[in-house]
């Protein structure tokens, strides 16, 4: 009896069902997974776009820093050359204004890249030399806001008697 319940099955039919279903779920899978890969993409080239655009605006502000360093390193060249001359005093307070400069400190634009750190987004990112350089060049931002801080200290240490 117990033959004859499974010799009425047609197992050709049974097995096209079984390989429907396989294939219907291993489609379903790889739909899924090439959505979610079109999705990382997508996310990828706006965090890109964004990381750019924040290293632009670094660029610029860098260069408007850099341009103020040269003027006061110019002032106090010329400081150092008066100071020892008591007659000097004029002309000393004349380069002493070029000391005073609004943007000597860097404020780096790097939410994106605290945004991909803190979201775990990092990832998404496929260019290992990328991540690289840009975690060497944000390590650098913190190290030259540090020695601006420095900078500020000693200018205002050794420059502050002239002002007062």
Not at 110 to 126: C, H, M, V
Request: hydrophobic share 45%; aromatic share 14%.
């Amino acid at each position: 009896m117990k033959f004859r319940l499974f010799s009425n099955v047609h197992w050709s039919d049974k097995l096209v069902d079984v390989l429907v279903v396989v294939l219907g779920i291993t489609i379903a899978f790889w739909l899924s997974n090439w959505q979610e890969t079109r999705k990382n993409k997508a996310s990828e080239q706006k965090y890109l776009a964004a990381l750019q655009t924040d290293l632009a605006k670094d660029t610029v502000q860098l260069l408007t820093i850099t341009e103020d360093m040269d003027t006061i390193l110019f002032g106090i060249s010329r400081i150092h050359r008066l100071a020892d001359n008591p007659e000097n005093a004029d002309s000393i307070y004349r380069y002493l204004g070029l000391l005073d400069r609004d943007q000597i400190f860097f404020f780096p634009e790097d939410y994106t890249y605290k945004a991909l750190q803190q979201n775990g987004d990092i990832g998404l990112i496929q260019n290992d030399s990328l991540l690289l350089v840009l975690s060497h060049l944000y390590d650098d931002y913190e190290n030259l806001n540090l020695f601006n801080e420095l900078a500020y200290e000693w200018l205002l240490r050794n420059f502050q008697p002239y002002f007062n």
